[in-house]
């Protein structure tokens, strides 16, 4: 079975930081252009971060950038969010996602929560 699993995700204090990871079973991640995502609660769901399967470039939105860092262990077969810094404002489901041409596979989540 392909799936894609979210972790890492909790209860922080503003400022604090949190590694989310996204590890996937029955494919590999090798070729894959690898997204995290996020929704709040009554928002739309927005790209936070992705990076390439081929050259491992890397994209951020603007509110994250200097804060999040994105990086895949193939060796591992996963991909990580390291978030640092953390508002109130990154409060959301966070998801994985896994593109490579027509094809994605979405994890379920994890929830992140910054409150003091």
């Known amino acids: 079975q392909l799936q894609l699993v979210e972790s890492g995700g909790g209860l922080v204090q503003p400022g604090g930081s949190l590694r989310l990871s996204c590890a996937a079973s029955?494919?590999?991640?090798?070729?894959?252009?690898i997204g995290w995502f996020r929704q709040a609660p009554g928002k739309e769901r927005e790209g936070v971060s992705c990076?390439?399967?081929?050259?491992?470039?890397?994209y951020y939105t603007d509110s994250v950038k200097g804060r999040f860092t994105i990086s895949r262990d193939n060796a591992k077969n996963t991909v990580s969010l390291q978030m640092n810094s953390l508002k109130p404002e990154d409060t959301a489901v966070y998801y994985c996602?896994?593109?490579?041409?027509?094809?994605?596979?979405w994890g379920r989540g994890t929830q992140v929560t910054v409150s003091s």
């Open positions: 990076i390439s399967s081929s050259d491992g470039s890397t």
């Open positions: 996602k896994a593109q490579k041409y027509g094809i994605g596979y």
């Open positions: 029955g494919f590999s991640l090798d070729y894959y252009a």
